[in-house]
């Protein structure tokens, strides 16, 4: 299943999901995308997978920084465009935003066509249920962006155990020390 559309609802994103090329929704070739295009037509949605990234990471949307921005969803559909760049609030200043965040290598990048794992059976939700089970929640590492379960650590760490060992390597243990060596 790939992304072929998404919203926003502040950090929580439910990404559309659907196989092929020729999905399409209504003036999804009209240029700004937020004030014409409507969503994927529903017959080519076969899913959909809610992702609720950390309070502290910012989620930026292509408008992000516009009132009329230069992007339509056609734009996005052939990837001239992420739909959705998510990263650690203290890696931006204050007035940073999408550019910021999509120009980042720390950034976590959404991109219509990407491949998104399907929902297992019985997590399909509705969007008026938020009782998501735990595990269909999907939590980016701070550091490199990559996603993880809850069953991977994503909502107790911060960061993925890569990251760690990168930043705080693994201490080697200490032999035995001799008389002199303890008195210097």
Known sequence: MKIIDWECKGNLVRF???????YWGD???DVPYEHNAGRVYGEFIQGHRDICFPFDSAVYEPDYEYCN????KEDMKNRKCPCVVVIGESKLGF???YNAALASDQ?????????MAQPQPGTHRRESEMDVDDDDRIYPCYECGVLRSKNEGGTTF???DECWDKKYPPKKEA????YHECRQ
């Open 175 to 178: 032999g035995p020390i001799s």
């Open 107 to 115: 950034s976590a990048k959404y991109y219509f066509g990407d491949e």
């Open 16 to 22: 559309y999901l659907g196989q092929g090329e020729d």
């Open 95 to 97: 007035n940073d935003g």
């Open 69 to 72: 921005s230069p992007y339509s």
């Open 158 to 160: 911060t960061v993925c």
């Open 27 to 29: 003036d999804w070739d």
